[in-house]
């Protein structure tokens, strides 16, 4: 399937998705003990509407220059691996620091992607935090106000899972579920969870 790399250390270990793989006919969270990370070349992009999710379409090939690295690990705050081929593709990225979940405060903040094809932020609001809560992955209500990515996707699709969230030029979290009724709204999870969900913290 398509995600979206949250974070890569200097080490090269990576998070993505922000929430776990799950088997989609009987909904419980896969086990893995491996997987690979390619790079996707997007297609297309179906809108969202309300009730009707939209969804990021490309292709994955299977080749060695479009591989990335391993996924080591499948958990419930998202896959976590090592990024073995990440010259190319994030040459670009600069390092940022994790925020404390107790900084995060409602109001501005933004969503980084590449789905128009060029990596840009775009801007959203925190509605609510929920620090502490059961199902980490809802820890932040998001709403997106960005003219530009509402036009291109409607709100929030499949395939944005795993999109870094930045507030005050820090990392505070990932994109992880769109409300059915409204795809300009959903939920993220706090970067430092997923940190600490491999003990890199």
Known sequence: GIGTVTYITEDGSFA??????????????????????????????????????????????????????????NTACGIFGVMENQQQTFQNGHLMEVADASSIKTGKAFIRSSISGESRDYTIEIEKISLGIKDAQKALRIKITDPDLIALTGGIIQGLSGSPIIQNGKLIGAVTHVFVDDPTRGYGICAETMVEEVGER
């Open 16 to 73: 993505a998705l922000g929430h776990g793989i799950s088997d989609c006919d009987l909904g419980v969270q896969m086990d893995i003990s491996g997987g690979s990370v390619y790079q996707t070349d997007i297609t297309s992009i179906t809108k969202g509407k309300a009730k009707d999710p939209g969804e990021v379409i490309g292709t994955i090939d299977y080749v060695p220059e479009k591989y990335l690295g391993n996924i080591r690990i």
